[in-house]
């Protein structure tokens, strides 16, 4: 039981490029949930999937986009890279009201 | 506007005392609310929660307090341990299952 699992961890990219960063749960949570913590910001929400088959904008979902592929996965693609999305992204799922995070990917935008 | 405050960037603390960190909130909708701790290069794990209708849940170590009145929750870790080093996050839910988190409070225990 591998909980909530983030690929890659770790990512550099040119401004203007474009990547999907993966997540994927074991623990059957209908809602999954993607963030982005910049420092002194706490962790903002930008994209949720409340179940499969429906996503829904958070707090700041410009400049991103998601999929929730099936009820285990859901992906964060940004289209074209800005060095203002420089930060660490992470995925989290949940049953009910406690949500469970993944160990996050670190992304740098140059 | 940030609706989760936590007003102390840090904390720190001797080992075997008690901490307290403290989260403010001004949406009056917000209902349930949940304490998470982070390692550095780690996600945020799961700690404690408590809703609206109580005013303290307890789990070990750690005390969770909620005063609606002053829209105010704090924990309590007694005793410390340097193992408890780590940013502590505190959130709040409303309608739905989004959570707002507060900006985070560095607790450093000092053996």
């Known amino acids: 039981n591998a909980g909530v699992t983030q690929t890659p961890k770790f990512q550099v990219l040119k401004t203007g490029q474009s990547m999907t960063l993966q997540c994927a749960q074991d623990m059957n949570h209908n809602s999954m949930y993607w963030y982005r913590q910049d420092p002194g910001m706490g962790l903002r929400l930008i994209y949720y999937?409340?179940?499969?088959?429906?996503?829904d904008k958070g707090e700041v979902p410009n400049g991103y986009n998601v999929s929730r592929l099936n009820k285990r996965e859901f992906s964060l693609r940004l289209e074209s890279a800005a060095p203002s999305q420089t930060s660490v992204y992470f995925c989290?799922?949940?049953?009910?009201?406690?949500?469970?995070f993944g160990p996050g990917t670190r992304l740098l935008v140059l | 506007d940030q609706q989760v405050k936590q007003n102390s960037p840090s904390l720190s603390v001797q080992e075997g005392r008690i901490s307290i960190l403290n989260c403010d909130y001004t949406?009056?909708?917000?209902?349930?609310f949940l304490w998470y701790k982070k390692y550095p290069a780690e996600g945020p794990t799961f700690l404690i929660s408590i809703s609206s209708i109580k005013d303290k849940n307890e789990d070990g170590r750690f005390t969770v307090f909620l005063n609606k009145s002053a829209k105010h929750l704090s924990l309590h870790i007694v005793p410390s341990q340097p193992g408890d080093s780590a940013v502590y996050f505190c959130?709040?839910?409303?309608?739905?299952?989004?959570?707002?988190f507060g900006e985070g409070t560095q607790l450093t225990v000092n053996p």
């Open positions: 959130a709040a839910m409303g309608s739905g299952s989004r959570l707002t």
């Open positions: 949406n009056s909708m917000f209902d349930y």
């Open positions: 989290a799922s949940s049953p009910r009201e406690t949500q469970y």
């Open positions: 999937s409340a179940s499969e088959g429906t996503t």
